[in-house]
């Protein structure tokens, strides 16, 4: 295999740049932080000071690697999320020169989607987002798909994880959850999120959108049960009648067929069963 450019190492593509390590391969980490960058020399990584909005910067870009894009929203840099997700993404492609790289993963969302009723949703679905932020990736997949058509698009459920329980504090502190408790909720833990963009690095076809989730979509209150029992928290509590997020409005079942099918990937955690208590310090 090539080396690993990460672009974006966060929570999910820091995982994934530390299991490609550990199999002896040269990986690249981009950040924007020198402290940052300090840290991934310690743990064997080699780090590119970069900025996807500062196009000077990504001159720093290695060539020659497979390219794994999961660069993340952060709302404390004073950036819109549109800038951040397309033209961020647009400077990098321009800054790569395709026939001088490998393989191109894109990590984005199941939140191109906009079905709901609880609905079976496999690749093959329209998109028609309902939010903004579904919209906003959708058309960097469609920048994407012009750009490099051989690119493949991995459409992350909900990650979670060690250090990554969402609304786990106002858990513990007995606050409301302001959501519908029986709506679906699809969900994929780091590791297994990781094993995925590695399997589509090695194995997925050229152009391919996989769904990556887990085998079983939960119910919010089923979920968030199981939450409190692990964390010994009070049981959850949802008010009737309270609007939450449009991430919360969505209620629709993610298929992950494909996933198992073209990438061969063996779930860890298949269900927020196993990876609830695996992601609770003891």
Known sequence: MSDMLVIGCGYLGRRVAECQRATG???????RSPGRADEFHRAGLEPVLCDVLDRDSLRALPAGAD??????????????????????????????DAADHGRFVYVSSTGVYGQTGGKEVDETAAT??????????????NL??????D??????AGIYGPNRLIRAAALKAGEPLSSDPDNWLNLIHVEDGASAVI???????????????????VRRRDFYTRMAEVL???SPWFPPNVEGTVADAANRRIVNRRMHAELGVTLRYPSYREGLPASVDD
Do not use: Q, W
Request: aromatic share 6%.
């Open 151 to 156: 690119a493949m698009i991995l459409r992350f």
């Open 144 to 149: 994407l798909r012009e750009r490099r058509p």
């Open 128 to 141: 028609a987002p309902a939010g903004d932020s579904g919209r906003i990736v959708l058309d960097a997949e």
């Open 67 to 96: 390219v794994v894009y999961c660069v993340g929203f952060d709302r404390t840099a004073g950036k819109s999320m549109r800038t951040v997700y397309v033209d961020g993404l647009e400077n990098v492609l321009n800054a790569l």
């Open 232 to 234: 010994g928290a009070p």
């Open 25 to 31: 391969l040269r990986v690249f980490a981009s950040t």
């Open 199 to 217: 399997a589509a690095i090695e194995r997925a076809g050229a152009g391919s959108v996989i769904n990556v989730c887990d085998d079983h979509p």
